[in-house]
């Protein structure tokens, strides 16, 4: 999402990241095993990547303290935001007042205030659970459910659906980054209830042991088995054609492939598909910020012209010929 993130919000402030709350591995597992909160690592990314100064804001939240008793392998990031969470009383809160207080391009909210465990059902029956575990399941994932299984969705969280005049999906890992959204009681049917235009990003490489092998269309069918149909109205693919060997090598190593897809079998699912060329592959294959956002903005741009309501014309603009002229000196380069 943070890769999403830094594209929109050069185009509008009026942006609402909904994270996810499964996380249970690393620093933010820790945090919430002992303070028993929601993990915070993916509010803290998304945080980061809608600030002005990101760079800076970058060094400073994910600095990780690599010496002292208890702090060793905690980012500061996830350490401030616990310390706000204990000030105002509620992890909610010290996300809201962080917005505030940083004065980011748009605000970052928890789907949840209440940790979920991810629970996978394997194609041989076999029950995996908690999101580290589901992110490296060695066979196929045929069902994922979430714990408590009545979890409630922020208020706030639902508005900025209610809202919404684009509700994008991805990019992100799909069963322990996407799906788990849906899964919170009543975020589907807020999809469904909205006018919003629907858009799924699907990612550009596969993620080893969570979507081996997976094309585009099974991407695309896991996340209307877990949600719903209707839920997307156009699925936005990556036609690059060519990529680099030596750098796809390295993916193979792991266990990565490039996604692939077959637009007549993605239309019979009842979407409009979305082409473009969107990797940035400098050192690893990863989707383009400018140029998702691009794409995602062209489309709304040509399909209701929104920039007559809500103002985005002139920035619209200037900010596709801004991104023009960076890609030039990146191809230059």
């Known amino acids: 999402m943070s890769v999403l993130l830094r594209g929109l919000k050069e185009y509008s402030s009026n942006i609402t990241a909904i994270v996810t709350v499964g996380d249970d591995g690393g620093s933010s597992g820790r945090i919430r095993e002992e303070f028993g909160m929601v993990p915070v690592g993916d509010v803290r990314n998304c945080i980061v ?16 303290f690599k010496q002292g008793e208890g ?12 310390a706000m969470s204990h000030l105002t009383g509620s992890f909610h809160d010290a996300v809201t007042d962080i917005n505030e207080v940083l004065q980011i391009r748009g605000r970052v909210l928890p789907v949840t205030d209440e940790p979920i465990t991810l629970k996978a059902i394997l194609d041989d029956d076999t029950e995996i659970i908690g999101e580290s575990c589901v992110s490296q399941a060695d066979r196929p994932i045929v069902r ?7 979890v409630q969705p922020l208020d706030e969280a639902l508005e900025a659906i209610a809202q919404a005049e684009a509700i994008v999906l991805g990019p992100g890992s799909l069963f322990t980054s996407i799906i788990p959204n849906l899964l919170v009681d009543g975020i589907v049917e807020a999809i469904l209830n909205s006018h919003a235009m629907k858009f799924y990003v699907c990612n550009v490489m596969t993620q080893a042991g969570e979507t081996d092998n997976f ?3 099974d991407h695309l069918l896991s996340l209307l088995e877990h949600g719903r149909k209707g839920i997307v109205d156009y699925i936005i693919v990556n036609n690059h054609a060519t990529m680099n060997q030596e750098i796809l090598q390295r993916y193979a190593e792991e266990g990565a492939a490039p996604v692939t897809y077959k637009k007549d079998q993605l239309e019979l699912l009842n979407v409009r598909v979305v082409e473009a060329d969107l990797l940035n592959e400098q050192h690893v294959l990863r989707h383009d910020s400018a140029q998702l956002a691009e794409t995602i903005m062209d489309t709304i741009y040509s399909q209701y012209g929104f920039w007559r309501a809500y103002g985005w014309r002139h920035n619209y603009k200037a900010v596709k010929k801004k991104n023009r002229r960076l890609r030039r000196r990146q191809n230059m380069k």
Do not use: C, K, W
């Open 144 to 150: 994922l459910t979430i714990e408590p299984e009545d």
């Open 71 to 82: 702090l060793d392998g905690h980012s500061l990031g996830n350490l401030l935001l616990v």
């Open 215 to 217: 094309t585009a269309e």
């Open 49 to 64: 990547a809608l600030s002005d100064r990101e760079e800076l804001m970058e060094q400073i939240f994910d600095y990780r």
